[in-house]
């Protein structure tokens, strides 16, 4: 479900330049890592306990320090790629010329002009 929204990302800023393409590319790149890890884990919840329960004593210790290892490095990895790919996003939005079509505030009005406050009245 999150892999369209680096394509919204790119559609948003592509005027933007390479930039853009890169963030969107290294955040599509950790989504990926991080997917690969929750499919291990799937897998390894699913299918490890028969496995588990048949291996003796040292079999046992290598088990857990495989999926544990193997977890841990994906989701160590697809954290770092993609949370550097949201962070040049942040820079090519910063740098960015595009606004919201609809800012929250101006749903409110504007707090810091007089003209909204003098239409409130006090009793």
Do not use: H
Not at 25 to 54: E, R
Not at 76 to 96: A, D, N, P, T
């Amino acid at each position: 479900m999150a892999l369209p929204f680096a394509a919204a990302w790119f559609l948003m800023f592509r005027r933007e330049g390479a930039l853009a393409w890169f963030g969107v590319w290294l955040w599509s790149l950790g989504m990926i890592f991080t997917i690969t890890q929750d499919a291990v884990q799937l897998a390894v919840v699913t299918k490890l306990p028969a496995a588990y329960s048949a291996a003796d004593a040292a079999a046992k210790q290598a088990l857990e320090a495989f999926g544990g290892s193997v977890a841990y490095v994906l989701s160590s990895v697809g954290g770092l790629i993609g949370f550097s790919g949201v962070g040049i996003m942040g820079v090519v939005m910063l740098r960015s010329r595009i606004s919201p079509r609809r800012c929250p505030l101006r749903f409110f009005g504007n707090p810091l002009s007089r003209s909204s406050t003098a239409d409130v009245r006090v009793p």
